[in-house]
């Protein structure tokens, strides 16, 4: 069905594993960066809502509205913790703005005809423009949904995240991300901390299973690994992310909190000579 997804339909997994950090014993993986892409996992999340929320209210729009609608959405909060979600299409150098909707600290979503600040709305969707034409090549050969996210990284520069949606068949997609940093005007890509394994591959989220993003070939956890383990979380039994040395997952208590768990993998055994 699709160029470059391997989808597994294996019911569980079995995996042996200890936990990581003994008393005295360090954990030998970045914490403080683990942290951080965890800290970005939920504000993705939560953009990914708000984009799902207000998608809704489109349905019912009139057909002249939709027809000028572009790949060049966007959400952000605003000071008094408001989230915009603004829909609309950037062509000639400039952002023509269709929707507009608000989603307050209650979730309460309303439609207003307020015009985004062009200092927002202008570099936004040029910077998603741009991210999108750095990764199309593996994007169009993958014949995947992709959902993007964009924000203001202090003062002068912009990041993009492109990571695959959760698809319409249901499935749920890993293996390939795109994150970059552009300069103000949402033009010229400062930084590419884009990962890609060479394959897309996924899981039918039919059935609530144990599963395994294995990243082995990789020391860190990618931010996109990450983020499939906070997005999918409800769906799976547990998800592990698996790395060369350690596995990632959720452990969620009896008050329905999260918390993360690092696991040391196993080491694999010498075979003894003969």
């Known amino acids: 069905m699709y160029k470059k997804i391997i989808l597994f339909f294996a019911c569980c997994f079995s995996i042996g594993m200890t936990m990581a950090q003994k008393k005295g014993q360090p954990l030998l993986f970045d914490v403080n960066a683990f942290n951080e892409n965890a800290a970005t996992a ?7 809502k708000v984009a799902w929320w207000t998608t809704d209210s489109i349905v ?38 269709v929707l507009h909707f608000l989603v307050d600290t209650d979730a309460h ?6 015009r985004v600040d062009t200092n927002i709305s202008y570099p936004f969707s040029r910077a998603i423009n741009t991210a999108y034409r750095e990764a199309w090549p ?48 949402g033009s010229k890509v400062l930084e590419d901390r884009s990962y890609f394994q060479g394959t897309f591959r996924g899981f039918k989220t039919d059935t609530p299973r144990n599963i395994v993003l294995d990243y082995t ?12 383990l ?25 008050k329905g909190q999260y918390s993360w768990l690092h696991l040391a993998n196993p080491k694999e055994k010498t075979p003894k000579k003969k």
């Open 109 to 114: 979503i309303s439609s207003t005809l307020a």
């Open 217 to 228: 070939e990789r020391e860190e956890p990618t931010l996109g690994g990450i983020f499939f």
């Open 138 to 185: 593996i994007i169009d050969s993958a014949g995947l949904r992709f959902n993007h996210y964009v924000r203001f990284l202090g003062s002068d520069s912009i990041e993009v995240f492109l990571f695959p949606a959760f698809q319409p068949d249901n499935f749920a997609v890993f293996g390939g991300e795109f994150v970059y940093t552009l300069d103000r005007t």
């Open 60 to 97: 019912n729009q009139p057909k002249e509205l939709l027809d000028g609608l572009g790949k060049e959405w966007f959400c952000y909060q605003d000071s008094q913790k408001t989230w915009h979600a603004v829909y609309g299409n950037y062509e000639f150098g400039s952002y023509r703005q």
């Open 42 to 48: 939920r504000w993705l999340y939560t953009y990914d």
């Open 230 to 254: 906070w997005y999918y979380k409800k769906y799976f039994t547990q998800i592990y992310l698996k790395n060369k040395r350690y596995s990632h997952t959720l452990y969620k208590n009896e």
